[in-house]
């Protein structure tokens, strides 16, 4: 079971600052689950808007770390990964419940429920110290780059 830093993150998946929400994978079992890690700071650009003076990480942040740990899962998983976009497809049932903000990491932990051919379910979920923060489940289509 290997870990995988930044470099491999950036090598597999599209995202980059200030768009990129994963610091560290800590699990992966190809095709089926994914566990990453964000640690969230201060320096975050959506805390100079939400909320000055009270700043907490916004859901939908939180939703997309859940989908780029779930893309890189995928494209670890899948052949020509290379020649592959990944493409949001759908959020169901995301339910927030504790906010997130300066200081906490946040665990990832993404399990793949169906694929059939360029699109895959899977549900994920965002911890704080153990603590369920974020539940949601997504959809991911994989389209062909160019």
Same mark, same amino acid.
Not at 11 to 14: A, F, N, Y
Not at 52 to 65: D, F, L, Q, Y
């Given at each position: 079971m290997a870990e995988f830093g930044i470099k491999e993150i950036l090598? #597999?998946? $599209?995202h980059?600052? $200030?768009f990129?929400?994963?610091? +560290?994978?800590?699990e992966l079992r190809k095709g089926e689950y %994914?566990? @990453?890690? +964000?640690? %969230? #700071?201060m320096n975050e650009?959506?805390?100079?808007g939400h909320y000055?003076?009270? $700043? /907490? !990480? $916004?859901? %939908? !942040? /939180? %939703?997309? @770390?859940i989908a780029q740990a779930a #893309?890189? !899962?995928?494209l670890r998983s899948l052949?020509? @990964?290379? +020649?592959?976009?990944p493409l949001f497809a759908g959020i169901e049932k995301a339910r927030f419940k504790a906010p997130v903000g300066p200081g906490d990491t946040i665990i990832f932990e993404v399990t793949v429920i169906k694929k059939r051919s360029a699109i895959w379910w899977a549900e994920g979920t965002a911890t704080v110290d153990g603590k369920l923060v974020c539940k949601a489940g997504i959809q991911a289509a994989f389209g062909k780059a160019g």
């Open positions: 090598d #597999t998946i $599209p980059r600052y $200030p990129l929400m994963l610091d +560290k994978v800590l %994914v566990k @990453a890690v +964000k640690n %969230v #700071t650009p959506f805390f100079q000055p003076g009270n $700043p /907490i !990480m $916004p859901g %939908v !942040m /939180i %939703v997309e @770390a #893309t890189f !899962m995928a052949p020509n @990964a290379d +020649k592959l976009v």
